[in-house]
């Protein structure tokens, strides 16, 4: 009992209780510590692996939906010049048929044929042909570009004729998506900057970002279409490009739904999208973005304004 103090009231008396104390052991205690860290870093480990598998196998599958779509539009790219190729050519052979008709007229009855109507013969094959040789040559340069796709190191940067490869891949990427959807048309816009040239690229990422941009937009006026709202709607979509002092810009701008300013903050973000399910992965832009940031060392923006346009510009050094 504590003793009281002198010259104060003693009012309560005080007592404490013999307790006993023992040292903690915290050997067990660290060593399942230690183990529970362990499973949990294995744990984390695998579910890293399993989310990285996930974003390879959608990855995947938005390259195999791109793919099928820019088939469809190879298909179609294709079959338009063909198609000219098989008209020109009968006409040709209906042509010659006249003129085989003419010379053998000629060698019997000279006086009865008209020099001007030979000249008139020979003058429509040298046309039909020349049409031929033109459409046949179409046709070769898309087979030829995706051709160079396919055989390209992923990470080879080649000089590339930029304007050439913005048109052919946009206008493939917009018949990929009409061939699902045939009542679907859009007035194309290309102002492409002849002093552009030449722009080393990864093309078979480039063009990828390119068809993913230009399927985005076909979306976009799509959608406003379908909404019925004006009458007078024309889906336009405009793909330019500009040669500045040191980088060379792309844009490609939609009069489309456009997109709230509160979604284009999250736009770029990996497995975001205002896509339906299944029309989807919400990785398009985040891959886009990654390919030109990282691998082409430029910027991908966006300006949008609901209800009326959007417009994705796209920046490249020239020193790649």
Known sequence: MLEPIQGCH?????????????PMDTTDHQQQLEQANVMLAGDIEKLSQEILETRQRLEQQGRLAGIGQLTAGILHEIRN??????????????????????????RTEPEAVDSDELDELVEMVETNLSRIRENGGRAERIVTSMLS??????????????????EEFAKLA?????????????????QLD?????????????TRVIINLVNNAC????????????????????????????HVEVRIRDNGTG???????????????TKPPGEGTGLGLSLSLATINDTHRGTLSVESEPGEFTEFTIRLPLDL
């Open 194 to 206: 002849p002093q552009v040239g030449q722009v080393r690229l990864v093309v078979n990422e480039f």
């Open 174 to 190: 917009y018949q990929g998506v009409r061939g699902e959807d045939k009542a679907f048309n859009v007035a194309f816009t290309f």
């Open 149 to 166: 796709q396919t055989r390209q190191d992923a990470t080879q940067f080649v000089a590339t004729d930029l304007n050439q490869l913005l």
């Open 259 to 273: 997109i709230p300013e509160e979604v284009v903050k999250k736009v770029f973000d990996a497995f975001f999208t």
């Open 219 to 246: 979306y976009a006026v799509n959608a406003k279409r379908k909404l019925g709202t004006d009458a007078n709607y024309t889906p336009r979509i405009t793909v330019s490009s500009a040669r500045k002092a040191d």
């Open 10 to 22: 003693q009012t309560a008396n005080y007592s404490f209780r013999p307790q006993t104390y023992t």
């Open 81 to 106: 010049p063909l198609n000219f190729v098989n008209n020109f050519s009968r006409l040709a052979l209906d042509v010659l048929t006249e003129l085989k008709e003419l010379l053998s007229r000629l």
